[in-house]
């Protein structure tokens, strides 16, 4: 399984993003996808997940800014990212579960956003 992660880049505060998650598998077969942030010298944390019935969740820090979502049929998961602040670069990895027990990572790309 690869999960190939795009969409990265520069941007100013304020600005748009969007992420994208290309899987090299079925993602039905994922009983979850999110995407994750490392900032430098800080440990990963979640950004925000998706259930393969479309159920989302979000940190605290992107609810209303951020929007997961997936595209079944293209094998692609995605997160719009809006109204970015300098505190949201990092670079943000996707990662695709097939069970609770283990999970897949992709590449990470990275976010900048400037102030």
């Known amino acids: 399984v690869q999960l190939q992660a795009s969409g990265g880049g520069l941007v100013q505060t304020g600005g748009s993003l969007r992420l994208s998650c290309a899987a090299s598998?079925?993602?039905?077969?994922?009983?979850?996808m999110g995407w994750y942030l490392q900032a430098p010298g800080k440990q990963r944390e979640l950004v925000a997940r998706?259930?393969?019935?479309?159920?989302?969740t979000y940190a605290d820090s992107v609810k209303g800014r951020f929007t997961i979502s997936r595209d079944n049929a293209k094998n692609t998961m995605y997160l719009q990212m809006n109204s970015l602040k300098p505190e949201d670069t990092a670079v943000y990895y996707c990662?695709?579960?097939?069970?609770?027990?283990?999970?897949?990572w992709g590449q990470g790309t990275q976010v900048t956003v400037s102030s």
């Open positions: 598998v079925n993602i039905l077969r994922f009983i979850v």
């Open positions: 998706i259930t393969n019935n479309g159920t989302a």
């Open positions: 990662n695709a579960e097939p069970y609770v027990t283990y999970a897949y």
